[in-house]
């Protein structure tokens, strides 16, 4: 079954960088592009851009271009998403989701579990 | 950006009520519209795709309707486990957003 585990929770201090990760498992991790969304404490689903595993091409929301970078190693089947220079509204649950097969983007029908990341001084 | 405006932000309702949700978007996005059910501490998970497919193993009592700039959620009959705050996601133009959720308690 399709799986996609995220590593586990970070604190980092403003300025910092952060790298989560997104190991993917039960598919051809090459055929499905990867995006990443987070959530802010009790606010609503952000998306910030995704990842082509096969070519590694990307597409980053305009609001993190310069600071968000996604990345992947096909031999692991794992993304990554580092975000850099930290600000506390950067405090928030970060996921990684799946959309089918043959689409670059549409509906994300696997989600992780989603990782904490908490900025503060 | 295409902007995603959902109401109620909040509705209770009691058991086997109807359960409505809206979500009108800024733009037509034709049916690139998907709904998310997400429980607390949990990863959103999603019952309809494309304004009115139902994702395979999400019961028939959850529905989609709609197209272009107005949009409709239905739970034809409200059970204890759907509470949950509910999500609308537009997939027509980057990029993608989210509508602001709509919490759903049981009276």
């Known amino acids: 079954q399709v799986q996609l585990v995220q590593s586990g929770a970070e604190v980092r201090k403003p300025g910092a960088s952060l790298r989560v990760s997104c190991q993917a498992s039960?598919?051809?991790?090459?055929?499905?592009?990867m995006h990443w969304v987070r959530q802010a404490p009790g606010q609503g689903l952000e998306w910030l851009g995704w990842?082509?595993?096969?070519?590694?091409?990307?597409y980053y929301a305009q609001k993190f271009q310069g600071r968000v970078t996604m990345t992947r190693d096909t031999s692991i089947s794992t993304a990554y998403m580092e975000l850099s220079r930290l600000r506390s509204d950067d405090t928030a649950v970060y996921y990684c989701?799946?959309?089918?097969?043959?689409?670059?983007?549409?509906?994300?029908?696997?989600w992780g579990q989603g990782t904490l990341v908490t900025v503060s001084s | 950006d295409i902007q995603m405006t959902q109401s109620p932000s909040s509705l209770s309702a009691s058991g086997g009520d109807r359960v409505i949700i809206t979500c009108r978007a800024s733009?037509?996005?034709?049916?690139?519209l998907n709904w998310y059910q997400q429980k607390p501490g949990k990863a959103p998970k999603l019952l309809i795709y494309d304004a009115s497919n139902l994702e395979r193993g999400v019961p028939s009592r959850f529905r989609g309707s709609g197209s272009g700039t107005d949009f409709t959620f239905i739970i034809s009959s409200l059970q204890p486990e759907d509470i949950a705050t509910y999500y609308c996601q537009q997939h027509d133009n980057l990029p993608l957003t989210f509508g602001g959720g709509t919490k759903v308690e049981i009276k």
């Open positions: 989701a799946r959309v089918p097969a043959g689409h670059s983007y549409g509906f994300f029908e696997y």
């Open positions: 039960g598919y051809t991790f090459n055929a499905y592009f």
């Open positions: 733009h037509d996005i034709t049916n690139s």
């Open positions: 990842i082509n595993p096969n070519s590694g091409g990307t």
